[in-house]
Each structure stands twice: as C-alpha cells, then as structure tokens.
Nanobody
Framework: VQLQASGGGLVQAGGSLRLSCAASGPPFSTKGMGWFRQAPGKERDFVARISYAGGTTSYADSVKGRFTISRDNAKYTVYLQMNSLKPEDTAVYFC?????????????????WGQGTQVTVSS
C-alpha cells in the first residue's frame, strides 16, 4: 500500500488549505490514520489522528480548533482541513496509516507513510 499526499501550497496567514491523502488500496477502512508535520531542523510532530471509522479524532494543542481531520473510506482517502493558518504551521505534512484501528499520537504506531506535501504560510 502507498499513500499519496496532496493539496499543499503557499498561502497567506489566515488562509485555508485542504490536504488529501489517498491510499492505493486496502487495508484502509480498518486502520487508523494520522497527519504529522516536520519543519526544517525539527522533529516530525503529531498533528491529528482519526480512528478507522472516523468516530474518534484528536489534535495537537497547537492546531486544535483550526484543523479538522476526516476520512472517506469509500475513496480510501483522509483529509486535513486547515483554517486560520499561521506562519508557524509551515512544514512538510505527512499522512500515515496506523498499525491498528485506533491511531495514537506516536510515530511508532504508524507503519505506512506518505511522501509529504509542503505547506508554506506567509506572514
């Protein structure tokens, strides 16, 4: 299985972007999914996660109230809607598939990673 992230770009502070992550095939609907981000010179940090059926989500404190994770299992796709973007949101964003149905905030819980998509927020 491969994950293909898309939707990144350059946006002004206060703007919005919607990231998509499409899986090439199953298993998808039985796995939790997550988004992480990595700024230059920094660790890859947790952003958001969603359980296999979408019933449970959680977010990093830094994005809570601004970002929304969702999924469409029929399309093998997970989304990250990002609103009220800030310059500190600038990073490469990675989607990942968890080992089980309930994803955690820990990188080791994810076994498949996408290639990343660049998000740049200008001030």
């Amino acid at each position: 299985v491969q994950l293909q992230a898309s939707g990144g770009g350059l946006v002004q502070a206060g703007g919005s972007l919607r990231l998509s992550c499409a899986a090439s095939g199953p298993p998808f609907s039985t796995k939790g999914m997550g988004w992480f981000r990595q700024a230059p010179g920094k660790e890859r940090d947790f952003v958001a996660r969603i359980s296999y059926a979408g019933g449970t989500t959680s977010y990093a404190d830094s994005v809570k109230g601004r970002f929304t994770i969702s999924r469409d299992n029929a399309k093998y796709t997970v989304y990250l809607q990002m609103n009220s973007l800030k310059p500190e949101d600038t990073a490469v964003y990675f989607c990942a598939r968890a080992r089980g149905p309930i994803a955690t905030e820990e990188r080791y819980d994810y076994s498949v990673w996408g290639q990343g998509t660049q998000v740049t927020v200008s001030s």
